[in-house]
């Protein structure tokens, strides 16, 4: 059984898209809020986050609509239309200066977002066999990074207004958009969705009488529901995902305001960390796929959550002050979060039945955005009221927490396939 890997990255182009619009919505509208409306910090912080609180609202939604409504295409398709006509919108409302027209049409891009982003996702489990598909989320990260690497290119070339000029976003929103219209475009006529999954749905949810009595049960009212056994897996494993995005996302979002204060200078030694970390994680998708299909994903996930914490304590000791120590130990925190992100949303689906994979991409959103939510809170309160050495404690007491809960989760694991002969080990993909 091998992974199509053509196939699995012309389905990321719709993640390809959304990462890219994110790379422009976080690196360009707290500018505009700022420069054009000259709004305060808290506000437009507030502005910031309408994107998180949507998505928590929003995504369940559509995630459970498109398991029942025409499947993701329509709603992957519409969706970026629909985004890329408002997102062109932003640059003319900041050229007007109108307030009101600008956030009318940031209302309505985070909206069209909303809509497809979860299809997006499901589409990715709904094409590729069961376990073949932490490779095939390698793959989809991949693209998801790809796509914000040209966004951010973009920027860094046309981002930089003449000395006494102001900024024009115009072009940069023009050829974000693009990019997204594109992509669509091509996942739309390069992808035959109905037939794959008329396919995939006979390979991975053939009757199989077994895994189902496994798996399924009918309460007194003989609807289906997931087995006690399979239920509290699926939470221990939503809770993990939530402590473990805790962790890391308060080192994330709060490292180079660390930095600022605890070394008093440094912010560009901050964000080489933070980049080193992003990179290290690009580069590790792919070996990480390869590993988790051959040990299983509860171990890769496992060993990334041990290193991962073991880097977040290195980290309280060696980031007292700069050192160069930190760049080897951020490459290790991007490999360890690979190790972690490429399996968990699989082991999550791995649960769910044909008709509810959307559904149950909905419950991983639903939990990864609230820790995003929830962690700049906590995480800033003890930053603001004990003292910023509380940073890393905090992030690696939240991720060996997640080791714990993760133990506990019996079900979602892959069943990496067995060879028929030795000779298959030197086998390659088409």
Known sequence: MKLNYKRTALVGLAFFSICAFWNLYDGVIPLILRDTFHMGDAMAGFIMSLDNILALVLLPVFGALSDKVGRRMPFIFYGTLAAVVFIVLLPFADRLGNITVFLIALGLVLLSMSVYRSPAVALMPDV??????SKGNAVINLMGALGGVIALVVLRVLGVAKEGERQDYLLIFAIVAALMLVSVLVLRFAINEKKLVRRMRDINYGVDEKEEAALLVRDETKQVRLAPPVKKSLLFILASIALWFMGYNAVY??????????????????????LIATVGAVVSYMPIGAISSRIGR??????????????????????AEFSYALYG???????????INVNSYPMVVEI??????????????????SAQILTPILSGWLLENVGYHTLFPYAAIMVALSFVTMTFARHGDNKPPKRLSKLESFDVDD
């Open 253 to 274: 979002t709060a490292f180079t305001k660390y930095a600022t204060q605890v070394w008093g200078h440094n912010l560009s030694q901050a964000s080489t960390c933070l």
């Open 128 to 133: 590729t066999e069961k376990p073949l598909r």
């Open 298 to 319: 509860k171990k890769t996930i496992l060993m990334g959550i041990t290193l991962l914490a073991l880097s977040f304590g290195l980290g309280a000791y060696f980031a």
């Open 352 to 369: 769910s039945r044909f008709s509810d994979i959307g559904k149950y991409t909905g419950y991983y959103y639903t939990v990864s955005m």
């Open 329 to 339: 130990i951020f490459a290790l925190v991007g490999f360890s979060w690979a190790s």
